[in-house]
């Protein structure tokens, strides 16, 4: 999986103006394009915003992303 955390006003991180590509979809807080392979998901960061803000959590089961202190873009459980 990758994730890339577009600064805000960047044209790749301007989640309104993206369509997903290869199977992927869009919501308010980001959005991801997909193959058999591989997942790719998009966050909009605001400018500035230091790598030491972003929060990024994997386990074998969950996906936890956000910036510090704010309500995570993306977080649940993840499908087997």
């Not at 301007?14 to 998009?42: C, F, H, M």
């Not at 230091?50 to 969950?62: L, S």
Request: aromatic residues 8%; negative net charge; hydrophobic residues 30%.
């Amino acid at each position: 999986a990758v994730i890339d955390v577009s600064k805000a006003g960047d044209e790749a991180g301007d989640s309104k103006a993206q369509e997903p590509v290869d199977n992927g979809g869009v919501t308010d807080r980001y959005y991801w394009s997909q193959t058999l392979q591989d997942v790719t998901i998009y966050f909009p960061i605001p400018a500035g915003t230091r790598g030491k803000h972003i929060t990024c959590d994997f386990t074998m089961t969950t996906i936890n992303v956000g910036l510090k202190g704010k309500t995570p873009m993306l977080k649940g459980n993840l499908e087997k």
